[in-house]
């Protein structure tokens, strides 16, 4: 069976699924492009800072904030063919006059560029064919279409994606286990980081794709789905909270991509299973999620609250409007179902065995969930130590 039979059979996906409208978030009853109203909003924060709430000081919050730099420019430059996700380059490399774009066999074109990303900020890459199943109808309240054009372009109305550019580079970029556990605080300062490292790394990537003579369109979250495509380019499977988890990281990374017409060797199949069976009988984010945004129960094929929400793939669907509500409470992105899921740790070899285990003696799952709740792993860390400790950095 080939990856495309494989995935569309393990997530119960139709070859004809419909694509996404990415514009608006019915669930959340916003705007994706951020002209709806804000959790992190200037009220909130002087309240809770006043408060003297552990984790919401003046300096974790500027903290917080500053690490979303390179991602949230705040003067609207947020979103598609923004930023360094612009579509047709910065201007930073060129294929000089006479010369022919980059020729090597697809597996050198990995080769390279799975180092050249891994050095601009990725931990992980890896190379899938366009499935236009999950590349959003709008996105930016624009259309997102394909035609038969040499260059993506990017009108008032519409982005325009060449036929041509039929594969996608999947990219990981590292969130801290440290800043992490210090979720629902201001101190998870890693989304925010790891949102900057997405823009830094894939528009970094893609004007080195630009400077061999071919085609990139990075995105973020905008354009299209992210954690699909991941699966197809065989990082990992879809847990039970609705994110990305990698054999490796855990869902301790964010994910940025890039479409491009460059020759590359896509994934011949996805990530070892075992990752959906162990979510199945564990349910560690479903307890401790505060507002019960994350289901209990097997996966299903629609969002039992909101039916017409890109259903149609077998998955567990979370309710993003409660989340977000929580959110507004909370006043951050919250992130507490990562900061205690049993695929986030450090890296370390006992775990790696854990691991091996999950992927190879599935008995065994009902043990590991419970000795990791006996063992005290995914408790919030006390947030008036966070700056007496010395920053650690892991080597990947
Ligand atoms: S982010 Fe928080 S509120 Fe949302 S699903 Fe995770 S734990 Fe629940
Ligand atoms: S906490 Fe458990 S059920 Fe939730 S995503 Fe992690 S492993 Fe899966």
């Known amino acids: 069976m080939g990856i495309d039979e494989d995935f569309n059979e393990y997530y119960g996906i139709s070859p004809d699924h419909p694509r996404y409208d990415g514009n608006f978030d019915e669930a959340r009853g916003i705007s994706r492009d951020r002209t709806g109203p804000r959790y992190n909003n200037p009220e909130g924060m002087a309240k809770r800072i006043k408060a003297g709430l552990p984790g919401y000081s003046l300096v974790d919050y500027a903290f917080k904030d500053a690490a979303g730099t390179v991602e949230y420019p705040h003067d609207g430059t947020y979103g598609l063919n923004q930023g360094y996700y612009r579509w047709t380059g910065l201007g930073q490399t060129k294929l000089p006059p006479g010369i022919e774009p980059w020729d090597a066999p697809p597996e050198e074109v990995n080769k390279v560029i799975t180092k050249a990303a891994k050095y601009f900020g990725a931990v992980d890459v890896g190379f899938c064919k366009m499935d236009k199943r999950f590349v959003y109808t709008r996105s930016s309240n624009k259309d997102i279409v394909f035609e038969d054009v040499d260059k993506p372009y990017v009108t008032d109305e519409k982005a325009v994606i060449?036929?041509?550019?039929?594969?996608?580079?999947?990219?990981?970029?590292?969130?801290?286990?440290?800043?992490?556990?210090?979720?629902?605080?201001?101190?998870?300062?890693?989304?925010?980081?790891?949102?900057?490292?997405?823009?830094?790394?894939?528009?970094?990537?893609?004007?080195?794709?630009?400077?061999?003579?071919?085609?990139?369109?990075?995105?973020?979250?905008?354009?299209?789905?992210?954690?699909?495509?991941?699966?197809?380019?065989?990082?990992?499977?879809?847990?039970?909270?609705?994110?990305?988890?990698?054999?490796?990281?855990?869902?301790?990374?964010?994910?940025?991509?890039?479409?491009?017409?460059?020759?590359?060797?896509?994934?011949?199949?996805?990530?070892?299973?075992?990752?959906?069976?162990?979510?199945?009988?564990?349910?560690?984010?479903?307890?401790?999620?505060?507002s019960k945004s994350v289901?209990?129960?097997?996966?299903?094929?629609?969002?039992?609250?909101?039916?017409?929400?890109?259903?149609?793939?077998?998955?567990?669907?979370?309710?993003?409007?409660?989340?977000?509500?929580?959110?507004?409470?909370?006043?951050?992105?919250?992130?507490?179902?990562?900061?205690?899921?049993?695929?986030?740790?450090?890296?370390?070899?006992?775990?790696?065995?854990?691991?091996?285990?999950?992927?190879?003696?599935?008995?065994?799952?009902?043990?590991?969930?419970?000795?990791?709740?006996?063992?005290?792993?995914?408790?919030?860390?006390?947030?008036?130590?966070?700056?007496?400790?010395?920053?650690?950095?892991?080597?990947?």
């Open 295 to 396: 289901p209990y129960g097997p996966r299903t094929t629609s969002n039992p609250k909101y039916p017409n929400l890109n259903p149609g793939a077998l998955k567990w669907y979370n309710d993003e409007g409660s989340c977000s509500e929580y959110w507004k409470e909370v006043g951050t992105g919250c992130s507490i179902c990562l900061r205690c899921c049993d695929f986030v740790k450090p890296q370390g070899i006992e775990h790696d065995l854990v691991k091996w285990f999950i992927r190879n003696v599935p008995q065994f799952n009902r043990f590991w969930a419970w000795s990791d709740r006996k063992l005290g792993y995914g408790k919030m860390q006390d947030p008036r130590e966070y700056w007496d400790i010395p920053i650690e950095r892991h080597r990947n």
């Open 162 to 290: 060449p036929e041509k550019c039929g594969n996608v580079i999947v990219i990981l970029v590292p969130m801290e286990f440290t800043e992490n556990s210090y979720a629902p605080t201001p101190l998870e300062v890693t989304s925010n980081m790891g949102y900057a490292r997405m823009h830094f790394t894939a528009g970094t990537l893609a004007e080195m794709i630009r400077g061999l003579g071919y085609n990139a369109i990075p995105m973020g979250n905008d354009t299209a789905f992210s954690v699909p495509l991941a699966i197809k380019a065989g990082l990992g499977h879809l847990s039970r909270n609705g994110r990305l988890i990698n054999w490796k990281y855990g869902q301790l990374t964010r994910i940025a991509k890039i479409f491009t017409d460059m020759p590359v060797k896509p994934a011949e199949k996805m990530a070892p299973k075992g990752i959906i069976e162990y979510c199945e009988i564990c349910t560690r984010c479903a307890d401790e999620c505060p």
